[in-house]
């Protein structure tokens, strides 16, 4: 059973940087697509930023060139550095995990979640 833990959130002024973590376990071969959500209350969970088993990424526009998504040399544990952060990055963060060779556009798809952690950006 794959069991994802998220790490890293905080509070941080405008401008900053936050890198979050995300402890993958039972994770046993390259054929996961893993990803980064985000969600605020009372709106839907956002896709910001996916990795392919191949290495190949994907970006939500809002993050492009301040996020960078990237995963250790045994494909296992998640990361996502965050910088030049803005109000608007406020919510809370979720690692997601998908048991295939690609990615999926539907965030439903996504089988495994871990628990979320909370970055807030404010000065």
């Known amino acids: 059973q794959v069991q994802l833990a998220e790490s890293g959130g905080g509070s941080v002024q405008p401008g900053g940087s936050l890198r979050l973590s995300c402890a993958a376990s039972?994770?046993?071969?390259?054929?996961?697509?893993m990803a980064w959500f985000r969600q605020v209350p009372g709106k839907e969970r956002e896709g910001v930023a996916r990795?392919?088993?191949?290495?190949?990424?994907y970006y939500a526009d809002s993050v492009k060139g301040r996020f960078t998504i990237s995963q250790d040399n045994a494909k296992k544990d998640l990361y996502l550095q965050m910088n030049s952060l803005r109000p608007e990055d406020t919510a809370m963060y979720y690692c997601?995990?998908?048991?295939?060779?690609?990615?999926?556009?539907?965030?439903?798809?996504?089988?495994?979640w871990g628990q979320g952690t909370q970055v807030t950006v404010s000065s």
């Open positions: 990795i392919w088993p191949s290495g190949g990424t």
């Open positions: 997601a995990a998908f048991s295939g060779s690609y990615c999926p556009d539907q965030t439903r798809k996504f089988a495994y």
């Open positions: 039972e994770i046993t071969s390259s054929t996961y697509c």
